[in-house]
């Protein structure tokens, strides 16, 4: 029954892509939160190591089923690679960033996304945009200026981790569209065995006793993480990305809501203005890119899940 109601030719599809794009974003704020507290105790690179293992007891099975070989006959094992290193630096620096800024602060950097991805797409994948979107793109810069705050030790070294962390996750979007020809899965196998091997090293230096609590936790988010990712994907082949695109930046009212209830942070008036034209300019972009393709072409999505 499942299976039928999340299938692409369901009449009703529009309607649970978006409703499954809003478990999943939840699902990421979910997992923020509790990367937040347990970076808290335990070195980024532990969390990450065990986090690994966790989205190993979901990737595996899923890959399994969907019959993919994911060390058979690599795809662009450069692109793979490369792919799967920026991926951990991403994660390695949205944990480092949680440990000194509220979350809705490091969210805002990550929200940026869609205009890093327009200038590295330019430059990169030789696509072309149009004075509006360059327009926007320099909004969105602007807005990352502003969320900083110069004036103020907002403009600090966290700060600088959340906002090389986003550009690290941007990159990993436009290489995504290179790699059309492998699973979903297998490109979570990719990033979470980088991941392990990484952050497996780094945690030598830094590993701390925990309880059984704690390491389920850490495996939790890893199992979290990988059932979010997995849901996001399914949306996009349920619905167009021009509609779902908005949904993304639910992120930054969780990561506000949820830092609100769980540290007791409240965001600044300049990340609050900053955020809010990063959404803008990240709106306006998604909107002139579905304007130019009346459909989104595989490259731009992950491999369907069953």
């Given at each position: 029954m499942l299976r039928n109601l999340i299938h692409p030719d369901n009449r009703h599809a529009l309607t649970v892509g978006i409703g499954l794009v809003i478990i999943g974003?939840?699902?990421f704020?979910?997992?923020d939160v509790v990367a937040k507290f347990l970076v808290a105790s335990f070195g980024v690179g532990q969390v990450l190591t065990i986090r690994a293992i966790g989205a190993f007891a979901v990737l595996v099975p899923l890959a399994?089923?969907?019959g993919e070989h994911p060390f058979r006959n690599v795809h662009r094992p450069l692109v793979q690679i490369l792919r799967a290193l920026l991926i951990t630096l991403d994660t390695a620096l949205f944990y480092a960033a949680v440990v000194y800024l509220p979350l809705a602060d490091v969210m805002t950097f990550y929200m940026a996304g869609p205009i890093y991805m327009t200038v590295a797409s330019h430059f990169l994948l030789g696509e072309r945009a149009g004075w509006r979107r360059w327009s926007a793109v320099l909004l969105g810069f602007i807005g990352v200026v502003v969320a900083l705050d110069p004036s103020t030790s907002a403009f600090s070294t966290p700060?600088?981790?959340?906002l090389i962390g986003g550009l690290a996750y941007a990159l990993t979007l436009v290489l995504n569209r290179s790699l059309a020809r492998t699973g979903d899965a297998t490109l979570g196998i990719y990033q979470g065995l980088?991941?392990?091997i990484l952050a497996g090293a780094a945690s030598v230096f830094d590993w701390r006793p925990f309880t059984m609590a704690e390491g389920a936790s850490m495996l939790l988010l890893g199992v979290i993480g990988a059932f979010a990712h997995?849901?996001?994907t399914r949306s996009l082949k349920l619905a167009p990305v021009s509609i779902l695109a908005p949904f993304q930046y639910t992120l930054l009212l969780w990561g506000m809501l949820f830092g609100f209830l769980f540290f007791g942070d409240i965001p600044g008036p300049n990340m609050i203005v900053g955020s809010a034209i990063i959404a803008v300019a990240g709106l306006f972009i998604s909107h002139r890119k579905a304007r130019k393709?009346?459909?989104?072409p595989d490259?731009?999505?992950?491999a369907q899940l069953p």
């Open positions: 974003y939840f699902l704020a979910l997992n399994r089923q969907q700060a600088w981790f959340a980088a991941t392990f997995l849901v996001v393709v009346e459909t989104v490259s731009d999505l992950p």
